[in-house]
């Protein structure tokens, strides 16, 4: 079962739009929880990453807001761009080992 | 600096052959990962290394095996390809400090005929 759960699957923003990719997870033993994005052909390269005990961090037109009681985060892209388009995985990962659990991907496509 | 190198690329299996994937990284982390992406699936860990010499099972390990025997490698085996291992491999690695970013490799497209 995926214990991190991703959605959409796929989005279309027109430019300088806002993007927004939304997951949920189940494991309360999660305290890491970064966003990565793939471009077609390369593996995936961290975008942006949060713990817990904040609800919001912003980094350029990116912007991850976090809801521990629902057991949710998303991923906010800001006045989108045609190089925004890739895939996102968001994930989550417990102490222990660094591993990471992925949600399934968006595959974003920004129209100019 | 390289970072994380994967060989190879592309590969085509007959059923039944076998195969060895390699994972190379020149940033001296500690810690080693082998993923699985398939469509509509994530990315799913099949096996992770905390350090040389040591190995253990991720969320998806039945038909392959790994090793470390150096500190930079870390080596992905099929025995026995199924059609079922078609996907796309990807390593990573980090450094063992709680939450810090893992590197991505470019990934091995395996094809199983």
């Known amino acids: 079962q995926q214990q991190v759960k991703q959605s959409p699957q796929s989005l279309i923003v027109q430019k300088g739009g806002i993007s927004i990719i939304n997951c949920a997870y189940e494991n309360t033993a999660f305290d890491y929880f970064p966003w990565y994005q793939q471009f077609p052909g390369k593996g995936p390269a961290l975008l942006i990453a949060?713990?817990?005990?904040?609800s919001e961090k912003k980094e350029g037109r990116f912007t991850i807001s976090f809801n521990k009681s629902a057991k949710q985060f998303s991923l906010h892209i800001m006045d989108s761009q045609p190089g925004d388009s890739a895939t996102y995985f968001c994930a989550a990962s417990r102490p222990r080992g660094n591993k990471l659990v992925f949600g399934a991907g968006t595959i974003l496509r920004v129209k100019s | 600096n390289a970072g994380v190198t994967q060989t190879p690329k592309f590969r085509v299996l007959k059923t039944g052959q076998s195969m060895t994937l390699l994972c190379a990284q020149d940033m001296n982390h500690e810690y080693m990962y082998w993923y699985r992406q398939d469509p509509g699936m994530g990315l799913r860990l099949i096996h992770y290394s905390v350090g040389e010499g040591t190995t253990a099972k991720g969320e998806v390990p039945d038909g392959y095996n790994v090793s470390r025997l150096k500190k930079q490698n870390f080596l992905l085996g099929l025995e026995s390809a199924a059609p079922s291992q078609t996907s796309v491999y990807f390593c990573?690695?980090?450094?063992?400090?709680?939450?810090?970013?893992?590197?991505f490799g470019q990934g091995t497209r395996l094809t199983v005929v």
């Open positions: 990573a690695s980090s450094y063992p400090q709680v939450n810090t970013e893992a590197f």
């Open positions: 949060i713990r817990p005990d904040v």
